[in-house]
Nanobody, 116 residues
Framework: QVQLAESGGGLVEAGGSLRLSCAAS????????MGWYRQAPGKQRELVAA???????NYADSVKGRFTISRDNAKNTVYLQMNSLNPEDTAVYYC??????????WGQGTLVNVSS
């Protein structure tokens, strides 16, 4: 069974930085794409950033220039470097891994809280 283990969330002041990590285990296959979503209170879950196994990246407009997604295929790990954080970035961040059309795995979520 594929599992995703997230780490790196926490409380940070506006303007600060955090780095999220997500390690996948339980599969001998590499995920076609891995990414980060977030869900703020009262809002729908939204894509933050995603990266394919070949390194193609996609960012939400709201984080372009501030967040950087990267991936270590050898470690089956994806990272999200978040800089210049602001209170609007406060949310639960979820790691996502897509292995096929029928296999998509979610992490348990990690809270990022940005104080003003």
């Amino acid at each position: 069974q594929v599992q995703l283990a997230e780490s790196g969330g926490g409380l940070v002041e506006a303007g600060g930085s955090l780095r999220l990590s997500c390690a996948a285990s339980g599969s001998s296959f590499m995920a076609r794409a891995m990414g980060w979503y977030r869900q703020a209170p009262g809002k729908q879950r939204e894509l933050v950033a995603a990266i394919t196994s070949g390194g193609i990246v996609n960012y939400a407009d709201s984080v372009k220039g501030r967040f950087t997604i990267s991936r270590d295929n050898a470690k089956n790990t994806v990272y999200l470097q978040m800089n210049s954080l602001n209170p609007e970035d406060t949310a639960v961040y979820y790691c996502n891994a897509q292995y096929s059309r029928t296999l998509e795995v979610w992490g348990q979520g990690t809270l990022v809280n940005v104080s003003s």
